[in-house]
Nanobody, 124 residues
Framework: QVQLVESGGGLVQAGGSLSLSCAVS????????MGWFRQAPGKEREFVAA????????YYADSVKGRFTISRENDKNTVYLQMNSLKPEDTAVYSC?????????????????WGQGTQVTVSS
């Protein structure tokens, strides 16, 4: 069983930055494509970013491209999401996801393993 635990959410003013972490336990971390998703109140969950097992390829939603950076440290079993130039519309619960079936599976939102999420609130 793979377990994911997010941390690093909080309240920040527009234009500010936050860094999220997702610690993973259970199996060989480097086998897993990792992703970040978010869900705002009253909206569907949406893809934010993903990174392959080696870290060699990354994917971003257009809404965060150029502002957010996904990265991973395989020796620490952790994936990160650095969020800069935050906007009020970035307010959401952010969750990480993991799957060993490839990046398309993760980006499609059907990963096998999910964390509980961490709240990010951006004030205007």
């Amino acid at each position: 069983q793979v377990q994911l635990v997010e941390s690093g959410g909080g309240l920040v003013q527009a234009g500010g930055s936050l860094s999220l972490s997702c610690a993973v336990s259970g199996r060989t971390f480097s086998n897993y494509v990792m992703g970040w998703f978010r869900q705002a109140p009253g909206k569907e969950r949406e893809f934010v970013a993903a990174i392959t097992g080696s870290g060699g390829q990354t994917y971003y939603a257009d809404s965060v491209k150029g502002r957010f950076t996904i990265s991973r440290e395989n020796d620490k079993n952790t994936v990160y999401l650095q969020m800069n130039s935050l906007k009020p519309e970035d307010t959401a619960v952010y969750s990480c996801a993991a799957d060993d079936r490839g990046s398309y599976t993760v980006r499609s939102g059907v990963a096998n393993f999910w964390g509980q999420g961490t709240q990010v609130t951006v004030s205007s």
